[in-house]
């Protein structure tokens, strides 16, 4: 059973900095592209970014281009998003999921970014 938790997320001032973790298990972390997810309130799910295996590749969506960064750490099946010169409307709760593409499942809980003065 794949299993996603994800942690790290908090309350920011815009401009401020966060690096959310996300533990995954039930499946061979190593092989698979892992991606971040965001749904801001009374919106939809939005791509973000994603990581292909051993982080040779990445992508990200135009919205955190330059401001976010994601990374793996293969040996201990965790994923990494590091987010920089946060804006408000960054605020939304942020998943981890397989895969390369999309805002499919499956996903984690999730955790909360809020960006606010």
């Known amino acids: 059973e794949v299993q996603l938790v994800e942690s790290g997320g908090d309350l920011v001032q815009p401009g401020g900095s966060l690096r959310l973790s996300c533990v995954a298990s039930g499946f061979t972390f190593k092989l698979v592209f892992m991606r971040w997810i965001r749904q801001a309130p009374g919106k939809e799910p939005e791509w973000v970014a994603s990581a292909s295996p051993r982080g040779l590749s990445t992508d990200y969506a135009d919205s955190v281009k330059g401001r976010f960064t994601i990374s793996r750490d293969d040996a201990n099946n965790m994923l990494y998003l590091q987010l920089n010169s946060l804006k408000s409307e960054d605020t939304g709760m942020y998943y981890c999921?397989?895969?390369?593409w999309g805002v499919g499942p499956p996903w984690g809980q999730g955790t909360q970014v809020t960006v606010s003065s």
């Open positions: 999921a397989t895969g390369r």
